[in-house]
């Protein structure tokens, strides 16, 4: 109260000094000051998202081969993109790739996140073990893989003659080059989800687990009780970077398969870089990054709707 | 008016006038022509170049400490940087680079590709630099010189040829009975079966005829031009891969996968470290002119054993490719750079190129090196010029050529028949072409 009265007398002293501005000046400066304080963040996002996204956009309706001016050609990079079969397997792979990917890797980056939270020896070590493929350059990593497939001299098959299981051209043929390049991509992603949920896992009242003992619950009855609930809000986040990364696999097809063999491995991200880079046709480069956009933003808040999203 | 109105008439003010001033920077960056501001036509200045070729530690030291310091010494006042890539990535590079405006002054390009750059306006008539096609045709071998004209001028400079045909291990041959390589299909079957060896569980531990060490795309185009098919029709406007002769070509390869059993699927792939010829892993195979250089190192006893051949058919002929050093048409310094294409393709230099790559010359004069007349391929490839073909054709070729090997891959794994697969490229092509 003292402390109220104390500033009460300041404020009237100081009034008494100078003249009074009248509010809605003084409003309106602060106004301008907001302004120009959120001015570089507007710049930025306008230079280097907005106007990206629109140019993307615009161009995803022209006929664009980097040497001519680009043409206006209404919805035709559309009709063509949903009328290409090799897009469609480009979608279907992509899917596939993400199902796999995703929840496999969640799941086994949060049983390794309980385990490395506990007071195990070593753990920093393996923390790192764990997180160092994320931290690698995918393209070494894809060099690495290439070895371990290689149908004469990969570990790999290596592996499976000393058990007596035959070999297989595992990037080509069809059957098998999906699946090689979805365990490359679940191991390579294990990392950062593990990380985040260490991160996460830190957070959580140690109380509640005391608690629960007390009441006599098992292991993994806390597991699925108490850590798994905890851990929503750091799983929804998960899966949308996880989402969004898988659906933007790119570095280990571009290295490991060229996206074959006849297109099994294209994913979308890769069908842009062929669209664009090989093709010269940026118009409908744009046009599949425009439908790869709409079809994560769809993911996005299908993931939302799972997993309730993180308000809670 | 209120506060309210006054304020938003102001914010929209101050974003229109923002939006003009980005959209003037826009329009002012677009009305300039880099090509007229500040050319120089001196023999001076730092020029840059994209080059697949002295791709690797033993091309980068020999351009860098070999060829350009000879360079620098008839230039003194040129420097060159230098962007390698390999073909395989150098449609990214280019790409980048026009979009960017950033044109390498000089670029290494393959056979196929100036008729879309020169099409385009991105590369510099090199004509008017002093070039003519009879200079070109009078000191190297026409079949790579068409490469680099466009419009009946000159915008390549040839350096170099690699060529595709059939290779034999005449010691495996030998073995199985046979004394020369096929000379019809019939005979490459039949050799090729004879020469296949699994082991007892089925595993292949040596393929009679090798045909997934090379691209896809350029292993079909063999087959494709010795059973005397095109990729294009004479005015290339439309496909032509998908007439008998090529249904015919691609499904004879077909039938050595999956009737001969000749090779399995991932026996051996484009990138494979070690060509299965030197291993004898391969007894014949569809090869490139420089397994022999690859031979020289890794296995030089069996160089008397390898014995190109023709792939037989209808019109027994060869893929031939190349390498070409255009310059920019945006190019600052259009003179030091067309001075240092013209320098890398003259004898010394490319004598030395190809050495490191195991090619062809493209000057004449070169046939008779020590190199050419040493290395049997080499001359295999100069002997039949005559009945070299190469790719390319219609400015969009370069829009084309990556979804060849899909198709032939969609063939070879048996998703699609040979006719249905080569048609269904064949649209995709007139769909492109028509664009």
Redesign the interface.
């Given at each position: 109260m003292t402390q109220l009265d104390n500033r009460a007398t300041e404020v009237v002293a100081v009034a008494g000094r100078q003249p009074r501005k009248p509010p809605?000046r003084r409003g309106?400066n602060k106004?301008r000051m907001g302004?120009i304080m959120v001015a570089p963040a507007v710049l930025h996002i306008g230079l280097w998202t907005a106007?990206p996204v629109l140019a993307t956009l615009a161009l995803s309706f022209t006929?664009y081969?980097?040497?001519?001016l680009p043409a206006w050609i209404g919805i035709e990079n559309y009709v063509e993109i949903f009328s290409d079969p090799?897009f469609r397997q480009a979608t279907w792979n992509t899917l596939v790739y993400t199902f796999w990917t995703v929840p496999a890797s969640m799941a086994i980056a949060m049983i390794i996140a309980v385990a490395l939270n506990q007071n195990l020896k070593l753990r920093t070590w393996f923390r790192t073990a764990f997180f160092l493929p994320q931290v690698t350059a995918t393209v070494a990593i894809a060099m690495v893989w290439l070895w371990i497939y290689n149908?004469q001299q990969g570990l790999l098959n290596a592996a499976l003659s000393i058990v007596g299981i035959?070999?297989?051209?595992?990037?080509?043929?069809?059957a098998w080059s999906l699946p090689a390049v979805i365990l490359v991509g679940a191991w390579q992603g294990i990392g950062i989800k593990m990380l985040i949920y260490i991160a996460a896992l830190q957070n959580v009242d140690e109380s509640l687990y005391e608690a629960a003992s007390v009441d006599g619950a098992s292991t993994i009855r806390k597991f699925f009780a108490i850590t798994v609930p905890m851990l929503k809000p750091a799983t929804f986040f998960v899966l949308i970077i996880s989402i969004i990364g898988a659906f933007q696999v790119f570095d280990q097809i571009y290295v490991l398969t060229d996206?074959?063999?006849?297109?099994a491995t294209t994913m979308m991200t890769y069908e842009v870089?062929?669209s664009?880079?090989?093709?010269?046709?940026?118009g409908m480069a744009s046009a599949q990054s425009v439908v790869l956009f709409v079809l994560l933003l769809a993911m996005t808040l299908i993931g939302r709707r799972v997993t309730k999203g993180d308000d809670e | 008016m209120s506060?309210r109105k006054a304020?938003t008439r102001r914010?929209a003010r101050g974003a229109s006038f923002g939006l003009a001033a980005?959209m003037a920077l826009g329009l002012v960056s677009c009305a300039s022509d880099p090509g007229d501001a500040g050319v120089s036509s001196e023999l001076s200045g730092e020029i840059t170049m994209l080059t697949p070729i002295y791709e690797g530690s033993a091309g980068q030291q020999l351009l860098e400490e070999e060829l350009l310091p000879q360079f620098y010494a008839q230039y003194p006042d040129i420097t060159v940087s230098v962007d390698y890539t390999n073909f395989a990535r150098l449609?990214?590079k280019l790409?980048?680079g026009?979009?960017s405006g950033l044109v390498p002054d000089v670029m290494m390009m393959g056979v196929g590709w100036v008729e879309a750059f020169a099409e385009?306006?991105?590369l510099a008539n090199l004509t008017d630099g002093g070039l003519s096609v009879q200079s070109l045709e009078d000191t190297m071998t026409p079949q790579i010189v068409d490469a680099g004209i466009w419009d009946d001028d000159v915008y390549g400079i040839p350096i170099m040829l690699d060529a595709r045909f059939g290779v034999a291990r005449m010691d495996l041959l030998r073995e199985a009975g046979y004394n020369a390589p096929p000379q019809t299909w019939d005979e490459l079957v039949e050799m090729a079966e004879a020469l296949t060896v699994r082991g007892t569980?089925g595993?292949l531990k040596r393929t009679g005829f090798d045909m997934l060490t090379i691209e896809p795309r350029q292993m079909f185009e063999t087959a494709l031009f010795s059973a005397g098919g095109d990729l294009f029709t004479e005015d290339n406007t439309a496909p032509a891969f998908n007439s008998k002769a090529g249904v015919t070509a691609l499904t004879q390869i077909v039938d050595l996968f999956h009737t001969s059993d000749v090779e399995?699927?991932?026996?051996s792939?484009p990138n494979a470290t070690v060509n299965p010829l030197i291993n004898g892993r391969a007894a014949m195979a569809i090869a490139h002119n420089n397994v022999w250089t690859q031979t020289e190192l890794a296995n030089p006893d069996i160089l008397p054993d390898l014995e190109p051949f023709l792939i037989p058919g209808d019109d027994p002929s060869m893929f031939v490719g190349g390498t070409i050093a255009t310059v920019s048409a945006s190019s600052k310094r259009p003179a030091a750079a067309q001075a240092l294409a013209e320098f890398l393709a003259s004898p010394g230099p490319a004598l030395a190129a190809n050495q490191q790559r195991g090619n062809v010359p493209a000057l004449t004069e070169l046939l008779d090196s020590d190199y050419a007349q040493d290395n049997r391929l080499v001359q295999f490839a100069m002997e039949n010029l005559e009945v070299a073909k190469r790719e390319g054709g219609p400015g969009k070729w370069?829009?084309?050529r990556?979804?060849v090997?899909?198709a032939i891959?969609?063939a070879?794994?048996q998703?699609k028949t040979p006719k249905v697969a080569l048609n269904d490229l064949a649209e995709v092509f007139q769909k492109?072409l028509d664009?």
């Open positions: 809605v309106r106004g302004l106007i006929d081969d980097i040497f001519d090799v149908p035959p070999g297989q051209a595992w990037l080509a043929d069809p996206g074959g063999p006849a297109n870089y062929r664009a880079f090989q093709n010269f046709e940026m | 506060i304020r914010l980005v449609n990214e790409t980048t026009v979009v385009r306006g991105v569980d595993s399995d699927i991932g026996f792939a370069l829009g084309l990556g979804e090997a899909p891959q969609e070879i794994l998703n492109k664009r």
